[in-house]
């Protein structure tokens, strides 16, 4: 009896494998697919757009959407913590060390080299970037800018050198990061203090739009994105780039090598829904969040079913 046990035993072994398996592969389908995103407002609606996309198609998903600023997203998917979430190419100067390269401002030639530099040192394999420029940008209440002649950034360096009241809200991100306020800065020729500073945790432009608007804690000036949709309802104006400061800053999908290796679909998947995020489609649906307070969730839902990519 002993014997025959001995001899059963590979073989339930080997069954209660064989059908395991095959039941894994039918509950769990393809992935799991850890998506991550910055702490903002448009990082929380990709990053749903990605992940309801990617479970409509069968995959397993891992949300981490919100998971932290740019620097920690950007070590998580190299370190294969996160596998996919949307970066910007304008923040190709940053990670490669080329600020002073104007080929971050031409829209295409920034995709491609950043592309090209990312696959090569990191096995990071970027998708195409959305029609939309989400620059960063600094906005002032209409009063101010009327008061003070403020429609440019040229205007605001002359306003603060003068001695105009600044006091500017934005995150810790944009107050330090070399291609945000410094590189403002640098390019008009003004500086701001640690006392014209309102630094907001976080991240989301609807706080640092909100704080200027309302005047908390004396802000008159604020960190704003190209694609913000309540810049208007809240009466702040966007102060032009005319010298050119900033990289043009597309939002697209990166995804780890080994996982687009593995499931190159998601580029198929992904491709067609980013290629319909314009500008004005983007400021619309992240106003729908900010100001009228939805859920990222299901403002992306909304919007991927009224277009059509789910039913």
Same mark, same amino acid.
């Given at each position: 009896?002993?014997?025959?046990?001995?001899?059963?035993?590979?073989?339930?072994?080997?069954?209660?494998?064989?059908?395991?398996?095959?039941?894994?592969?039918?509950?769990?389908?393809?992935?799991?697919?850890?998506?991550?995103?910055?702490?903002?407002?448009?990082?929380?609606?990709?990053?749903?757009?990605?992940?309801?996309?990617?479970?409509?198609?069968?995959?397993?998903?891992?949300?981490?959407?919100?998971?932290?600023?740019?620097?920690?997203?950007?070590?998580?998917?190299?370190?294969?913590?996160?596998?996919?979430?949307?970066?910007?190419?304008?923040?190709?100067?940053?990670?490669?060390?080329?600020?002073?390269?104007?080929?971050?401002?031409?829209?295409?030639?920034?995709?491609?080299?950043?592309?090209?530099?990312?696959?090569?040192?990191?096995?990071?394999?970027?998708?195409?970037? !959305?029609? %939309?420029?989400? *620059?960063?940008?600094?906005?002032?209440?209409?009063?101010?800018?009327?008061?003070? &002649? #403020? /429609?440019? $950034?040229?205007?605001?360096?002359?306003?603060?050198?003068?001695?105009?009241?600044?006091?500017?809200?934005?995150?810790?991100?944009?107050?330090?990061?070399?291609?945000?306020?410094?590189?403002?800065?640098?390019?008009?020729?003004?500086?701001?203090?640690?006392?014209?500073?309102?630094?907001?945790?976080?991240?989301?432009?609807?706080?640092?739009?909100? !704080?200027? %608007?309302?005047? *908390?804690?004396?802000?008159?000036?604020?960190?704003?994105?190209?694609?913000?949709? &309540? #810049? /208007?309802? $809240?009466?702040?104006?966007?102060?032009?780039?005319?010298?050119?400061?900033?990289?043009?800053?597309?939002?697209?999908?990166?995804?780890?090598?080994?996982?687009?290796?593995?499931?190159?679909?998601?580029?198929?998947?992904?491709?067609?829904?980013?290629?319909?995020?314009?500008?004005?489609?983007?400021?619309?649906?992240?106003?729908?969040?900010?100001?009228?307070?939805?859920?990222? *969730?299901?403002?992306?839902?909304?919007?991927?079913?009224?277009?059509?990519?789910?039913?």
């Amino acid at each position: 009896m002993k014997r025959l046990l001995n001899l059963l035993v590979p073989v339930v072994i080997t069954l209660t494998l064989a059908v395991s398996g095959c039941a894994g592969q039918d509950i769990e389908g393809k992935g799991p697919i850890t998506v991550g995103s910055k702490i903002d407002t448009e990082g929380a609606l990709l990053s749903q757009i990605i992940i309801l996309m990617l479970r409509d198609n069968d995959f397993q998903v891992v949300d981490k959407s919100e998971f932290g600023p740019t620097d920690l997203v950007r070590e998580a998917i190299i370190s294969g913590e996160l596998d996919i979430y949307p970066e910007y190419t304008g923040n190709g100067a940053f990670f490669f060390y080329e600020p002073e390269s104007d080929v971050w401002k031409d829209a295409q030639q920034g995709y491609e080299r950043v592309k090209k530099l990312d696959k090569e040192a990191n096995n990071i394999i970027w998708l195409k970037p !959305a029609p %939309a420029n989400n *620059t960063w940008a600094i906005a002032v209440p209409k009063d101010l800018a009327e008061t003070e &002649g #403020l /429609s440019t $950034l040229d205007d605001f360096a002359a306003y603060v050198n003068r001695g105009g009241y600044v006091k500017l809200a934005g995150s810790v991100e944009f107050v330090t990061s070399p291609v945000a306020l410094p590189a403002f800065q640098k390019t008009y020729g003004f500086t701001l203090t640690e006392e014209q500073l309102v630094t907001i945790p976080g991240g989301y432009t609807a706080q640092t739009e909100k !704080a200027a %608007a309302e005047g *908390t804690q004396g802000a008159n000036a604020a960190m704003a994105y190209g694609t913000d949709g &309540g #810049l /208007s309802a $809240l009466g702040l104006i966007v102060l032009s780039d005319p010298r050119g400061a900033q990289p043009v800053y597309k939002p697209a999908p990166i995804v780890r090598g080994e996982v687009f290796d593995k499931y190159p679909e998601i580029e198929s998947i992904l491709d067609p829904v980013f290629k319909t995020l314009d500008l004005e489609t983007l400021q619309t649906l992240n106003a729908k969040i900010a100001f009228e307070d939805q859920n990222a *969730t299901d403002v992306a839902r909304y919007y991927l079913t009224e277009k059509g990519f789910l039913k």
